[in-house]
């Protein structure tokens, strides 16, 4: 048989040269892929087909040699089938992830081609293939959307450089043999041992989104489209399905962008960046000269998915990689679209259900609720409204899980340790006892602490400490019982805003404020008023375009400046307390004049309600965050005004150190026991005794026994905290004397240590 002539034209002009379109058309292209679907439809061994596929493709390129190598295991490749190579070799061949070339190429997701395969960097000759002779060298990996199976290698006893167009036609078969493999027919009988990927354990490496446990099975948020015929014999049929395809996406997509109220700055920018995409004539072109050359409308997408997935690995340059995604997110429309298969594949959620996620919104995670036992994230940030709807459904989370999505199935078992961050995938038999144990003895550490509900956290010293705890949910009350919390310490209002499309109602929010109070049978309930902007913008909020968010328009800033929400969300308030008392407290206050001002519209809106006839709250005490250093050191007047003051030790730890909360690299670097920052919150718990304000200290170190006790020992008495930690707290709370351990913290002070942490852990070892 004659080579295939694979010739195409060189890559034309491309904005982001997202790869090479072919010129040509080519048939023999297509009787090459019907062979193979042939083979591969036909009886036999799982092996006799991958000989026969290696036979095809050796002859249509006209090389000597064909290979394919699939995964043995998430590092090892083993030689599989060949056609040229000596057969001994099969089955024996095996190489490591990034050694030699074909490992280079399953590394790396690209094509290595070279006329010289010896004289490039990383070769590794294996003498019992007798693959010497063949210095020419083409291979590409068999990868499907990004996730990686094998690499396919063709060799030649000529010295020459593959064609653009032998390699484009190589990734069409290869993308082909992807898609077969992942339907199993390689696996003609166990007995070839064939690997298939999503078989073997995977272990990823994340970070704490939420502490906690879980043992489950995957239930992707967005699943896997299943290609059942990757080839076709009719490409105008083909064309035809993708062309009605891709105006249905145009359409939807440009009904999405139109719904969304952005004018100008970066986000429309954005937004304008992803409609080119979806109306791109050279992506499309692409997708078409894919059909031309024998694939479907479902699997030529899928080819040009997973190349860009392919530069997606290797862009550095940020702008780059979001467009990357945006062409990742449209494809993955067009193939639901083509697929007909939406969110809803039928597929049905397995006990115990894991969401797996690229990432997800908080509405949409509200929307699963408690059903879920755990969330694994690609990205997220331990900030993000993600994080804090899984910290208020107290559900371990794991972020940056790396390539989670492309290795995990629907229904695989799978293992979350929140704690350290770490997710186990299909998990040897071995990890998944160790895991159980410590999920048992964290089972049996929580039912001792249950023993400890309704004793008080009095320390050996005498001095009791209140242990309230964070809410933000309707679904969190529940725990005000479980926990043995005397109160909510802070109650996030934003996360209501967060999950609706518009402002909510006045009414609304008077009856789930009202609900809110009913459900804390008459314990105490502080309600921090909205807490917007920063990482928390509300879906119909315009954007703000602030190069440092953080420090930004946010909080009470917006909440003084656009008064009309705030009154509202007051005059909820009142509405919901009456003839109780009512605890407001204002977020991120930086100097007195805010809170004087914010404290005033409250007094106004008494005012009105009262004028306007509405039976009263029984008694209303105003609080502020404390969240910045600059209010550690307001007037004296600035105290005695507040009714109680609440440290918000996230932001006010990240603004003291100047280390972004949500930046993981710079988040852990400042410890909470640093002796500078001790000394703040010492000076703070002074400065409130002497005006006789109570303090309260409600950022996640509240919830970290050391930390907890440390601050206790400083004089906080009130701690509020997520409910799972007020029993390990308490516990701690009532063996330490907190009267010595100040004594081991003025000392650290008085010797100079630069971190108290040491002082603290080395004492506390001792009791
Ligand atoms: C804090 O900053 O410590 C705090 C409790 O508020 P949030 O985490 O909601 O910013
Ligand atoms: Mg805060």
């Given at each position: 048989?004659?080579?295939?002539?694979?010739?195409?034209?060189?890559?034309?002009?491309?904005?982001?040269?997202?790869?090479?379109?072919?010129?040509?058309?080519?048939?023999?292209?297509?009787?090459?892929?019907?062979?193979?679907?042939?083979?591969?439809?036909?009886?036999?061994?799982?092996?006799?087909?991958?000989?026969?596929?290696?036979?095809?493709?050796?002859?249509?390129?006209?090389?000597?040699?064909?290979?394919?190598?699939?995964?043995?295991?998430?590092?090892?490749?083993?030689?599989?089938?060949?056609?040229?190579?000596?057969?001994?070799?099969?089955?024996?061949?095996?190489?490591?992830?990034?050694?030699?070339?074909?490992?280079?190429?399953?590394?790396?997701?690209?094509?290595?081609?070279?006329?010289?395969?010896?004289?490039?960097?990383?070769?590794?000759?294996?003498?019992?293939?007798?693959?010497?002779?063949?210095?020419?060298?083409?291979?590409?990996?068999?990868?499907?959307?990004?996730?990686?199976?094998?690499?396919?290698?063709?060799?030649?006893?000529?010295?020459?450089?593959?064609?653009?167009?032998?390699?484009?036609?190589?990734?069409?078969?290869?993308?082909?043999?992807?898609?077969m493999a992942e339907l199993g027919v390689f696996l003609g009988s166990q007995s070839d041992g064939l690997p298939l990927a999503h078989r073997f354990p995977v272990m990823f490496r994340g970070t704490t989104g939420q502490e906690g446990a879980a043992e489950g099975r995957v239930w992707l948020h967005e699943p896997r489209v299943v290609i059942s015929n990757p080839v076709a014999d009719d490409p105008l049929k083909e064309k035809a399905r993708l062309n009605e395809g891709v105006a249905m996406l145009r359409t939807n997509v440009d009904l999405m962008l139109s719904g969304s109220d952005v004018e100008g700055g970066d986000s429309a920018e954005v937004m304008e960046a992803y409609r080119l995409f979806a109306h791109s004539r050279?992506?499309?072109?692409?997708?078409?000269?894919?059909?031309?050359?024998?694939l479907s409308a479902e699997a030529a997408v899928e080819k040009e998915q997973g190349q860009a997935r392919a530069r997606l690995e290797s862009a550095s340059d940020p702008y780059l990689r979001d467009r990357l995604h945006d062409l990742d997110d449209l494809s993955n429309r067009l193939l639901r679209i083509l697929t007909g298969q939406g969110k809803d594949t039928g597929a049905e959620m397995p006990?115990?259900?894991?969401?797996?996620?690229?990432?997800?919104?908080?509405?949409?995670?509200?929307?699963?609720?408690?059903?879920?036992?755990?969330?694994?994230?690609?990205?997220?940030?331990?900030?993000?409204?993600?994080?804090?709807?899984?910290?208020?459904?107290?559900?371990?989370?794991?972020?940056?899980?790396?390539?989670?999505?492309?290795?995990?199935?629907?229904?695989?078992?799978?293992?979350?340790?929140?704690?350290?961050?770490?997710?186990?995938?299909?998990?040897?038999?071995?990890?998944?006892?160790?895991?159980?144990?410590?999920?048992?003895?964290?089972?049996?550490?929580?039912?001792?602490?249950?023993?400890?509900?309704?004793?008080?956290?009095?320390?050996?010293?005498?001095?009791?400490?209140?242990?309230?705890?964070?809410?933000?949910?309707?679904?969190?009350?529940?725990?005000?019982?479980?926990?043995?919390?005397?109160?909510?310490?802070?109650?996030?209002?934003?996360?209501?805003?967060?999950?609706?499309?518009?402002?909510?109602?006045?009414?609304?929010?008077?009856?789930?404020?009202?609900?809110?109070?009913?459900?804390?049978?008459?314990?105490?309930?502080?309600?921090?008023?909205?807490?917007?902007?920063?990482?928390?913008?509300?879906?119909?909020?315009?954007?703000?375009?602030?190069?440092?968010?953080?420090?930004?328009?946010?909080?009470?800033?917006?909440?003084?400046?656009?008064?009309?929400?705030?009154?509202?969300?007051?005059?909820?308030?009142?509405?919901?307390?009456?003839?109780?008392?009512?605890?407001?407290?204002?977020?991120?206050?930086?100097?007195?004049?805010?809170?004087?001002?914010?404290?005033?519209?409250?007094?106004?809106?008494?005012?009105?309600?009262?004028?306007?006839?509405?039976?009263?709250?029984?008694?209303?005490?105003?609080?502020?965050?404390?969240?910045?250093?600059?209010?550690?050191?307001?007037?004296?007047?600035?105290?005695?005004?507040?009714?109680?003051?609440?440290?918000?030790?996230?932001?006010?730890?990240?603004?003291?150190?100047?280390?972004?909360?949500?930046?993981?690299?710079?988040?852990?670097?400042?410890?909470?026991?640093?002796?500078?920052?001790?000394?703040?919150?010492?000076?703070?718990?002074?400065?409130?005794?002497?005006?006789?304000?109570?303090?309260?200290?409600?950022?996640?170190?509240?919830?970290?026994?050391?930390?907890?006790?440390?601050?206790?020992?400083?004089?906080?008495?009130?701690?509020?905290?997520?409910?799972?930690?007020?029993?390990?707290?308490?516990?701690?709370?009532?063996?330490?004397?907190?009267?010595?351990?100040?004594?081991?913290?003025?000392?650290?002070?008085?010797?100079?240590?630069?971190?108290?942490?040491?002082?603290?852990?080395?004492?506390?070892?001792?009791?």
């Open positions: 048989m004659m080579p295939l002539n694979w010739n195409r034209s060189e890559p034309g002009p491309e904005p982001l040269n997202w790869g090479i379109m072919p010129e040509r058309k080519d048939s023999d292209s297509r009787k090459l892929l019907l062979r193979l679907r042939e083979t591969l439809a036909a009886p036999g061994s799982g092996q006799h087909r991958l000989d026969q596929i290696t036979h095809h493709i050796a002859d249509s390129m006209g090389t000597q040699v064909c290979s394919i190598y699939l995964f043995r295991d998430a590092e090892t490749l083993e030689l599989c089938a060949t056609e040229g190579l000596k057969q001994a070799s099969v089955h024996k061949t095996r190489l490591r992830l990034g050694e030699g070339l074909v490992g280079r190429v399953a590394r790396t997701g690209r094509h290595v081609n070279t006329a010289n395969a010896p004289a490039e960097p990383g070769f590794r000759f294996m003498p019992e293939t007798g693959e010497e002779v063949y210095p020419s060298f083409l291979g590409v990996p068999i990868q499907r959307v990004g996730e990686k199976l094998g690499v396919l290698v063709v060799q030649s006893r000529e010295a020459r450089q593959f064609s653009e167009d032998e390699i484009y036609g190589l990734e069409v078969v290869a993308m082909v043999l992807a898609e050279s992506w499309l072109r692409r997708m078409e000269e894919a059909i031309d050359l024998g006990e115990n259900p894991i969401l797996v996620a690229r990432n997800i919104g908080p509405a949409e995670l509200l929307d699963y609720g408690r059903k879920l036992k755990g969330v694994v994230l690609e990205e997220g940030s331990v900030g993000s409204h993600a994080a804090i709807v899984a910290r208020a459904l107290a559900i371990p989370l794991v972020i940056h899980a790396d390539r989670v999505i492309a290795e995990a199935l629907n229904g695989d078992p799978i293992l979350v340790d929140g704690d350290s961050g770490v997710v186990h995938l299909r998990p040897e038999e071995s990890v998944a006892i160790a895991f159980r144990d410590k999920m048992a003895m964290q089972a049996e550490a929580q039912s001792r602490y249950a023993g400890l509900r309704d004793l008080p956290a009095t320390s050996p010293c005498g001095t009791t400490i209140q242990l309230y705890m964070n809410a933000g949910l309707m679904a969190d009350l529940p725990s005000l019982d479980g926990s043995g919390a005397e109160g909510v310490g802070l109650f996030r209002t934003e996360l209501q805003f967060l999950t609706r499309t518009r402002v909510p109602r006045r009414g609304e929010l008077a009856a789930l404020y009202a609900h809110v109070l009913d459900s804390a049978h008459g314990k105490p309930v502080m309600f921090r008023t909205l807490d917007i902007g920063s990482d928390k913008v509300l879906p119909y909020m315009k954007p703000q375009d602030e190069p440092n968010p953080a420090m930004g328009w946010r909080a009470i800033r917006v909440g003084l400046d656009k008064r009309g929400v705030l009154r509202m969300q007051l005059q909820a308030l009142i509405r919901a307390a009456v003839g109780k008392p009512l605890y407001v407290m204002f977020p991120f206050i930086t100097e007195m004049q805010e809170f004087e001002d914010a404290h005033r519209l409250l007094m106004e809106q008494l005012a009105r309600e009262q004028r306007l006839g509405h039976a009263m709250p029984s008694d209303i005490r105003v609080g502020a965050m404390l969240e910045t250093p600059s209010l550690a050191f307001a007037p004296k007047k600035f105290f005695e005004m507040c009714d109680f003051i609440s440290v918000g030790g996230n932001d006010l730890k990240q603004f003291f150190f100047a280390a972004d909360r949500e930046n993981e690299r710079v988040r852990r670097r400042y410890d909470t026991l640093n002796t500078s920052f001790i000394t703040l919150l010492d000076q703070i718990v002074q400065r409130c005794n002497a005006a006789n304000v109570p303090v309260s200290f409600c950022g996640e170190d509240a919830g970290r026994p050391i930390e907890a006790v440390t601050f206790a020992a400083l004089g906080f008495r009130r701690l509020s905290m997520r409910p799972a930690s007020i029993g390990p707290v308490k516990h701690l709370i009532r063996r330490v004397n907190l009267a010595e351990l100040r004594g081991v913290i003025d000392e650290g002070r008085a010797r100079g240590d630069t971190n108290l942490r040491r002082a603290v852990t080395e004492w506390l070892a001792v009791q």
